[in-house]
């Protein structure tokens, strides 16, 4: 489904407005998972109901990569995304999570996009002492 639009903003955040029609023309209720062209750039995401609208989110990294801004003019397609979605553990992680099965159970709970934010503070850590205690950190939160 293809629509034009503005990216939308909302003080820092910005994301793109799904017009019903469309959320409804895709045919998964009212978070379906899509596929998503803005100006040629293809991510995957989620449809999301936020303050009486339909939003897709489209984060910093996405609008440095594309140089898309708030209120600029935008040609969308979306597509229902029936891929599975799986994030790709650092080793050093899955081992950790491994040997605290409790933790491991919780991660396999948790929504990709949490899963992903997680993958993403290990690995963004700038030395090897902060990469280790976000894991710590993390499976312990996990474990409970």
């Given at each position: 489904m293809k629509f034009s639009t503005t990216m939308f903003q909302s003080g820092n955040n910005t994301g793109i407005e799904?017009?019903?029609?469309?959320?409804?023309?895709?045919?998964?209720?009212?978070?379906?998972p899509v596929t998503v062209v803005v100006n040629g750039y293809s991510y995957r995401s989620t449809v999301a109901p936020m303050g009486g609208k339909f939003l897709i989110p489209f984060s910093s990294d996405?609008?440095?990569?594309?140089?898309?801004?708030?209120?600029?003019?935008?040609?969308?397609?979306?597509?229902?995304?029936?891929e599975p979605r799986t994030v790709e553990l650092p080793d050093d992680f899955s081992t950790a999570l491994a040997a605290e099965p409790s933790a491991l159970a919780a991660?396999?709970?948790?929504?990709p996009s949490a899963r992903k934010a997680h993958v993403t503070n290990i690995e963004t850590a700038k030395t090897d002492a902060t990469r280790q205690r976000r894991i710590t950190s993390i499976v312990e939160k996990l474990a409970g």
């Open positions: 799904v017009p019903e029609e469309v959320v409804t023309g895709l045919g998964a209720g009212k978070r379906p996405k609008r440095a990569a594309t140089g898309i801004a708030g209120g600029d003019a935008i040609e969308v397609e979306l597509t229902l995304d029936a991660f396999d709970k948790l929504s």
